[in-house]
T-cell receptor
Framework: NAGVMQNPRHLVRRRGQEARLRCSPM?????VYWYRQLPEEGLKFMVY????????ESGMPKERFSAEFPKEGPSILRIQQVVRGDSAAYFC?????????????FGNGTRLTVT | GIQVEQSPPDLILQEGANSTLRCNFS?????LQWFHQNPWGQLINLFY???GTKQNGRLSATTVATERYSLLYISSSQTTDSGVYFC???????????FGTGTRLQVFP
């Protein structure tokens, strides 16, 4: 039973490029969450998605960041025109349908470095 | 929204010592989790414990939901226990799991 899979593990982008981070939830899980961890800080909520729906994006920066969770395929966190301040670890988590009474399972993260 | 506070922020131990990490939260919760982030950055799920007590080897956790706190106990600490321990909680009126700022543990031989 594979866990939450994130790829790539490490991503290097130059300023102005686009970064695309992928997350495949655990089998049977239909809820996906994205978190960002800046160096030496805790994890901050970014967005919560269900299949084809964004439920809560209150933690997403207003510009350059977007997320989707299509009917088929992984969830994608997209960062356009990256800047050095976007360098961070991005974690994805998933939970099953009855999210209120179940834990979130986290992937190993994608470490984005912007040069 | 819910506030999650952890103490102490830093903890230095010698191998073999015991420790208690605390997590206070500001609202009733339907989810409380403890994580260990190892020096390689991996986030390891230790406990899902919105209430009650659980044990897993040298680690145990207790959540007293009515008093809005949780404790993580580490006994006979080992150098591999080093890293940052996070508590995260979700209240009934939100979908977000909110993380505390963590306790950084260093265990020396």
């Amino acid at each position: 039973n594979a866990g939450v899979m994130q790829n790539p593990r490490h991503l290097v982008r130059r300023r102005g490029q686009e970064a695309r981070l992928r997350c495949s939830p655990m089998k049977g899980h239909s809820h996906v969450y994205w978190y960002r961890q800046l160096p030496e800080e805790g994890l901050k909520f970014m967005v919560y998605l269900q299949k084809e729906n964004i439920i809560d994006e209150s933690g997403m920066p207003k510009e350059r960041f977007s997320a989707e969770f299509p009917k088929e395929g992984p969830s994608i966190l997209r960062i356009q025109q990256v800047v050095r301040g976007d360098s961070a670890a991005y974690f994805c988590a998933s939970s099953p349908l009855d999210r209120g009474a179940s834990p979130l399972h986290f992937g190993n993260g994608t470490r984005l470095t912007v040069t | 929204g819910i506030q999650v506070e952890q103490s102490p922020p830093d903890l230095i131990l010698q191998e073999g010592a015991n420790s208690t990490l605390r997590c206070n939260f500001s609202d009733s919760v339907n989810n409380l989790q403890w994580f260990h982030q190892n020096p390689w950055g991996q986030l390891i799920n230790l406990f899902y414990i919105p209430s009650g007590t659980k044990q897993n080897g040298r680690l145990s956790a207790t959540t007293v939901a009515t008093e809005r706190y949780s404790l993580l106990y580490i006994s006979s600490s080992q150098t591999t226990d080093s890293g940052v321990y996070f508590c995260a909680a979700r209240s009934y009126n939100t979908d977000k799991l909110i993380f505390g700022t963590g306790t950084r543990l260093q265990v020396f031989p």
